[in-house]
């Protein structure tokens, strides 16, 4: 990740993706509008912004460390559908304390500003790297196990993502994986204090439409998206590796990756099986995709590659993206 700005990491990750009638964007509060809101931080810059929030890099002051203030997007304080998944996020996330997912250190409301105070991840996102250069079939593996990690810790809490993408899955600079963006997670269990799943949730709306990134959402999630479970993210993994492997989305009919690229044949089977429009032909646990991805590298004997460790190019940095929330770091 050598010369790659935290900058880019936040405005790239930021990209809408509700399908929905988006109300006018207003223009992100300059810093020093809300500090005197925050006086435990200082408010250093604005990363990004997209269709639910605004990210600013701030430095919080006890701690003497960095961290990413979210705040809910200027026009949607007074929508309260985008306030109780801005709130979502916050629950989800605060349930989910796991190496591989950002983590939150607080949430509340200040000043008229709902906020998420988060993680502050200085490194790239898969997309930026994707778009920098072609990814080795080492790379991809090295991606998979820590991803399936998370969203398996996710999935035994009751918590869909429903946005698995390039833009919200973060690489730091020690080369960690960290999914970010639960904006639109759906709760399909309770968690109680010991983090385990309990009794179904009660339905939220968020979940009677569809919701996620087209190129990357689950057939049902179109079609039945109240019915949606965790196979959902499986899917999503599927196309995410997919394009780590071929550089390109899997289009209909589905070719393996293989017939694309030199990469062993046994991982066709895991991507095809995971892209499987029918959720019961699918895995039916994320951790059986690790299972199977590990086997296949334990096989060949050679440890995957760490993608963050080679430079995107020398003496270069990524150009600046299109802001988006991704927050991702960290949102929409």
């Known amino acids: 990740?050598?010369?790659?700005?935290?900058?880019?990491?936040?405005?790239?990750?930021?990209?809408?993706?509700?399908?929905?009638?988006?109300?006018?964007a207003?223009?992100?509060?300059?810093?020093?509008?809300?500090?005197?809101?925050?006086?435990?931080?200082?408010?250093?810059e604005c990363l990004g912004r997209g269709g639910m929030g605004v990210v600013y890099k701030a430095r919080q002051k006890t701690l003497n460390r960095f961290v990413a203030l979210k705040l809910l997007a200027p026009e949607r304080v007074l929508d309260l559908q985008f306030a109780e998944r801005f709130t979502r996020e916050a629950q989800a996330l605060a349930a989910l304390n796991h190496p591989n997912i950002v983590t939150i250190h607080d949430f509340g409301q200040t000043g008229g500003f709902y906020y998420l105070l988060m993680e502050f991840v200085d490194g790239v996102n898969l997309r930026q790297l994707l778009r920098a250069r072609k990814f080795t079939p080492e790379e991809a593996l090295?991606?998979?196990?820590?991803?399936?990690?998370?969203?398996?810790?996710a999935h035994d809490r009751g918590i869909i993502h429903r946005d698995i993408k390039p833009e919200n899955l973060l690489l730091d600079k020690a080369g960690r994986v960290k999914v970010a963006d639960f904006g639109i997670a759906k709760m399909f269990g309770t968690v109680n204090a010991?983090?385990?799943?309990?009794?179904?949730?009660?339905?939220?709306n968020a979940t009677q439409t569809a919701v996620g990134t087209p190129?990357?959402?689950?057939?049902?999630?179109?079609?039945?998206?109240?019915?949606?479970?965790?196979?959902?993210?499986?899917y999503s993994l599927g196309v995410v590796f997919y394009e780590m492997l071929t550089g390109e989305l899997p289009r209909k009919p589905i070719e393996p990756p293989s017939r694309k690229v030199q990469i062993d044949v046994r991982l066709?089977?895991?991507?095809?099986?995971?892209l499987e429009q029918n959720p019961e032909?699918?895995?039916?646990?994320?951790?059986?995709?690790?299972?199977?991805?590990e086997t296949i590298v334990g096989d060949a004997g050679v440890p995957p590659a760490d993608p963050a460790a080679?430079?995107?190019?020398?003496?270069?940095?990524?150009?600046?993206?299109?802001?988006?929330?991704?927050?991702t770091q960290q949102e929409r």
Request: proline share 15%.
């Open 142 to 153: 090295a991606i998979v196990p820590p991803l399936c990690d998370a969203l398996q810790f």
């Open 215 to 234: 190129s990357y959402s689950a057939p049902e999630q179109k079609t039945d998206p109240q019915r949606v479970d965790s196979r959902a993210d499986i």
């Open 310 to 327: 080679r430079p995107v190019s020398p003496g270069k940095s990524l150009p600046a993206a299109s802001s988006s929330t991704t927050p």
């Open 268 to 274: 066709d089977e895991v991507v095809l099986r995971s």
């Open 1 to 24: 990740t050598a010369g790659l700005c935290p900058r880019c990491l936040m405005a790239e990750a930021m990209a809408p993706t509700q399908v929905e009638a988006e109300p006018t």
């Open 281 to 293: 032909l699918r895995f039916q646990q994320v951790s059986e995709v690790k299972t199977m991805v």
């Open 26 to 44: 207003q223009l992100p509060l300059p810093p020093e509008r809300i500090a005197p809101h925050f006086p435990q931080l200082e408010i250093l």
């Open 194 to 204: 010991s983090g385990n799943a309990g009794e179904p949730a009660a339905p939220e």
